[in-house]
Each structure stands twice: as C-alpha cells, then as structure tokens.
C-alpha cells in the first residue's frame, strides 16, 4: 500500500489531503500515518496544506555517474568533462577518444540528466520555504517552469507549487529575459526537442561561468 501511494504522490506532485483520498479511495485515517513516513523518510513535503513530492536524485546521480567513471579509465573521465564543459561536439570527442559518437552522446546526456536532478532538488527545497508563481515558457510544444531565488535560475518540466507565492522582482524579471534568450538560441535545432528540459538546465547551468568554473564544479558534482 505504502508503494502504491509513493506512486501516486510522484504522479500528483503536489496536492491535498482529500484530493489523494479522492483519487486512491483510501480514508484519510489510512493516508495519514503513511503520507507522516514518507515525509520522515524525504519523499514528501508538507507546507501550507499541501504535500509536494520530493524527487530522489541521489540513487539517479550515483547510477548515472558511476556508469561514466567505472567504465573508463581515471584521465578519460576528466576528458569528458573538460570535452563537455568545452562544447566540443560529440562527433569530435568521439574521434580523440575512440568512443562511438552514440555512447559519448549516452554519456553527455547522463550529466545534463545529473545537472537537472541537481537543480530540480535544489529548487524544491527552496519552493517548500518559500512559495513562487514560476515563469512559464514553451519549447517545442511542451511547457517548462521557471524559479528564481537569491539570483540563481531554476526549471522544472512540471509546476512544482500551486499557483500562488510571490511573482519575481523587477531584476529577477529583467535577468530572466536575458537567460531566456539564450535558451531559445541554444534551443534553435530540432534535436533539442528530446530532454528539453536537461539543456535547459545546462544552459541555467553554464551561464556566468568561465571555463574552469564549469570543470570544477562538475568534477566536484560527479565525485571525481
């Protein structure tokens, strides 16, 4: 029962007492001990009446990064993320490397995925202190949800608070307009469509950082 309900809070994302007894016909005295342990257990949030789900990106992030750094060597590890960090496209890392282009591309998408996850965690936290109605744009037909908190950008592909909270200042807003600009411009090709939201996040990522910044980070983000 425990699982069946985990479930339906990840597909709810955030909701009420009487709405997930609606939905799962469970009473609210079942719901409650249970929707008390995964709070406990940091599945769930409770703020203001409503319960947001929390997503888990450590096992993701461990299994993810594991992958790139079990399978290579120590010095083709940082390569990648030097290549990665550098923009180097994944046809030419694949010829320096001797790597098929389809597994550098597997490996660049499992550290935007990182990247995402990262920010996603990051931003929950925060919205669970402090509500926000997010900027909502759409790429390739397909909605994304912008925060801002302490001058750092945030996305999600799904709302991840109910439609009241504070709306951004004027300078979050003028800020927002020039990092939105550059996610359209990064967005331009049609093979962005697929985790849209992963470049997304790369780009909130990279922007205002310098070359060795962006190494750093990402070798302190996968452990390396």
Known sequence: MKEKILRLCKHLNMFSLDRIALISQFSIEELEPILQDLIQNGNL?????YYIYIEK???IKNNKLMYVIDNYPAENTEFLIRCF?????????????NLCENRV???FKS????????QLQECELLISKSSQIPRER?????????YSFKSKYYIADRP???LDGRLFSASEAREFCKLYSKIKRKLAHNTMRYYTHFHIAEVIWRNGKNYTQLVNELCNLMNC
């Open 105 to 107: 591309s597997i490996i």
């Open 45 to 49: 949030i409770l703020k203001d009446g």
């Open 138 to 146: 759409t790429f390739f037909n397909k909605s994304f949800y912008f």
């Open 111 to 118: 550290i935007r995925e990182v990247i995402y996850q990262k």
């Open 160 to 162: 991840l608070c109910s």
């Open 57 to 59: 990106d450590s096992v």
């Open 85 to 97: 960090c550098a923009e180097i496209p994944v046809e030419k890392v694949s010829k320096v490397i």
